[in-house]
Every structure is written in C-alpha cells, then in structure tokens.
C-alpha cells in the first residue's frame, strides 16, 4: 500500500483546514517567516504569479492569510499569515507506542515525575498515530511564555534570563544554563529519558516560550534557532538566541 501523503494542519477563525498541495504549505510556511509581497513569493517559491494568485485567492476566503496594500506601492499587495499550524500528518509509529508505556511504566512513584512522563506520554502517543504536533507546542509555548513574562520584573536580556531559570527550577522543567553570550546560546537539560520524537516536541515547546518572554519583556523580536535536541544522544536541547534583522 502507498504512503499517504503528508498534510499540515492550521488552526483559522472558522475551524481546522487540512492543507495538502504543495504549493500552498510552501506558501504558508514562507509567510510564517515574514509578510511578503506577491513578488517575493514567487521568488521563494519558484512559481508563476499567476499560480500563486489562484492559490492565495483561496486562502484569503478560507481565512488562512490576510492582505493590505502595500504603503510603498498601493498597486501591491502584502500577504500575512493569519492562521496558525497546529500540527502536520506523518507516518504511524507502532515502537511509539511501547515507548509510551515504558515512560507511563517509568514515571510512577513520584508525583512530580508522573506528570512529566504524561506529557511525554500524551506526544509519544499523538506522534505514534501519525501526527507530529511540534507547531502546536511551539505555540502553547508562546502563549505561556507571554503569560509568564506578566509576572516578570526584569526588562534586560540578562535578568528575564535569570527569572526564566528560577522557573525552570522551580517547576521541575529542567535546568536552564547559558552556554555563551555572543551569540547568546541557551541549553537546558533534563535528566528525564524521552524519545526523540518527544524531545523535538519539547524543545519547540521552549524555543516558543523563551522568544515570547524575550520579546514581551525587551520589547526585541528575536530569532531562537534549535541547534540540538532532547532524545539523541542529548539529555539537553540547545537555542541560539539572535535578533531579527528586518
């Protein structure tokens, strides 16, 4: 039997839209990037303008992007991302699935430690079923992290890191490290075995947790680059955190 083939999953104000041409997830990941023009999309894309017109046609009415004329050229029109990913289709995974008990099995006895593994064991399961939620929990962790940043004090760089750590600690997350300044790199480690599936889970979870804190409290947009992660041969993942240059 062929494989099926692979989709994404977006969240709109009317609903979840399925999204299986290629070109529109190759749009729609471009402008989770940046606003773009027409113009640029066509450039990133390798498409005609005239094909692309069709396919951005469908995902304004279906509430997945947003347009404004351009201040610069009112003849041009920027596109914007209004709708979120939330997940995207991969392969079923059976191993997955003994993976979770064992992580059920191993987190009993200590109450702290069992809610942890359930959440490892909540994204083993989704992912050994065919769904990859990485998108999904790198926005819950924006939205905790904009929540998080109310209760901070500090307004610099240095001090929204120290806070950040503090809760780590105190919530049993892991331990949160700065590795160098320049770049500014951050690991966190976490003695908790996981599987590689929800290692990358978890770690997109931080990287949206720690840009919305950064960028709630700085007042700076701020690029996290994910350059490695829970479930290899890592206890830790690791973000480089730089800002965006527009």
């Given amino acids: ?19 299986t041409n290629p070109v529109r997830q190759k749009i729609l ?21 005239s094909t692309l017109s069709v396919h951005l046609d469908k995902m304004l009415k279906e509430g997945l992007v ?9 003849r041009r029109k920027i596109f914007y991302l209004i709708s979120h990913p939330v997940g995207r289709s991969k392969m079923p995974n059976d191993k997955l699935r003994e993976d979770l ?30 769904l990859g939620i990485d998108p999904m929990m790198r926005m819950l962790g924006a939205e905790i992290g904009k929540t998080l940043a109310k209760k901070m004090g500090s307004e610099d760089t240095e001090g ?7 809760f780590y600690e105190i919530h049993n997350m892991g331990e949160v490290c ?23 889970a978890l770690c997109k979870f931080n990287e949206g947790l720690f840009r919305a804190v950064l960028r709630e409290k700085t007042g700076k947009d701020l690029r996290v680059t994910e350059s490695e ?16 240059y527009k």
């Fill in 160 to 166: 929204v890191i120290s806070e950040i750590q503090e």
């Fill in 178 to 200: 700065v590795y160098t300044f320049l770049p500014l790199t951050i690991i966190i480690r976490d003695d908790f075995e996981t599987t590689l599936e929800a290692g990358e």
């Fill in 101 to 130: 008990r064992q992580t059920v099995l191993s987190s009993v006895g200590d109450q702290g430690t069992f809610y942890k593994g359930m959440l490892r064991a909540m994204i083993i399961g989704m992912e050994s079923v065919g």
């Fill in 29 to 49: 990941g471009e402008l989770s990037k940046a606003e773009l023009s027409l113009t640029d999309i066509a450039n990133l894309t390798g498409k005609a303008q």
């Fill in 66 to 74: 947003g347009s404004r004329d351009d201040p610069s050229d009112n």
């Fill in 229 to 244: 992660c829970f479930g290899t041969a890592n206890n830790y993942c690791k973000f480089v955190i730089e800002p965006v």
């Fill in 1 to 19: 039997m062929s494989e099926p083939a692979d989709f994404d999953v977006f969240s709109t104000s009317s609903g979840l839209k399925q999204i």
